[in-house]
């Protein structure tokens, strides 16, 4: 990306504690900016409405002149949204993955020394997962139960496919799960080239091909056609050799191959992943899946290293460079306006943002100056510490 020294980012503060956390995070952002810059480099913020704020101020939860800024500027930065009831959108969210086509949701997940964390080694867990954002079960297209729409597609599909299975009947409500080469190739190679600009040795896709053998196997065998774009050492290739020569030897080859720099590429199925992630999470670097196969994993390895209060996400469109960071948790409405949010899945959003952007020397300012508050004891109440966002906040900058 060509990002000149002073960018117009727009930004949504959002619903909840989003009133909270985002000015905690451009402050740290600014602070990081102007040390590492020396006054060369500066972030012009742009505040947009969306959302119930946005309701409250314009009657619309996601107003033409938000939309028409998130266009023009390729990266921005929201809180988190409360999807209206009743609003005419399924979810705000989703609209605006849907609107920019933002394909990939990125989530990267390791530990911070000093949060809390329920499994025994969360220092184990160091991945990040590239979720499918536009297709799947999630595009929205369901049908609800006795409409007259999902009556006629289950005459269609009892009269023309013959379908005529067991509990499926004019009640039944329909989903449908669209996934397409395309769809699952730009994702798979946004993967491929996180793990080679990152030096990473393994890429995991994760599926349920076993049981749907079109859409999830489908993912699967067009995931392993991006594999021999890159310099890579399959699953495949490991077996194949097994089968010749025995393990030995494929063991030796898988060594060789990584020892050239070649990244090992396997697939699991999602259920099984789930075990092994909680199991032995430090066999896993780089996740390419599917939008609710993602859903799952993310906040499961989340919650493994303390909570989504502290993970940061992304959902850009690599071929476009369009991109929008975000907390990954909600609106928090039990400690809205209270001032006790962890801001700390924005700040990593705003990390990533700035890596993004090319801006590294900012992005690991922030991300260090994070990590030795929180060694340091200083914690919000969800990390079992006492800190108000405004103190961790301060804390954060004093180890900038
Ligand atoms: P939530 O993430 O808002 O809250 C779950 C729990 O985690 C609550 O106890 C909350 O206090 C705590 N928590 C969340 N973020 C925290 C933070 N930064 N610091 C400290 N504690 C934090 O999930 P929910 O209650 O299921 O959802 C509430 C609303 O948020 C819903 O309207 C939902 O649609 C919306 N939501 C938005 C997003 C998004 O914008 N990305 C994501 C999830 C949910």
New binding site residues.
Partial sequence: LNVPNNPEIPYIN?D??GID?SPAMIEIVDTAVAKSYAGEKEIVWQELQAGEQAFEATGDYLPEATLTSLTENLIAIKG????PIGGGFR???VTLRQNFDLFANVRPVAYFPGVASPVKHPENVNMTIFRENTEDIYAGIEFESESADALRLIEILKSDFGINKIRFDKTSAIGIKPVSPDGTKRLVRAAFDHAVANGNTRLTLVHKGNIMKFTEGGFKKWGYEVASEYPTFTVNEFNQIKAQDGITAAKAAKDQALAEGKIYVDDAIADNFLQQILLNPSDYQVVATLNLNGDYISDALAAQVG???ISPGANINFITGHAIF??????????AGLG????S?LILSSVMMLEFMGWGEAATLVKLALAKAIASGHT???LGGQLTTAEFTKAVIENL
């Fill in positions: 959002g909840g504690v956390i988190p949204l409360m999807t979810s705000l969210n909570g989504i209060g975000e907390a990954t948790h909600g609106t928090a409405p039990d400690i006790l949010a962890n801001p899945s919000t109440r969800d």
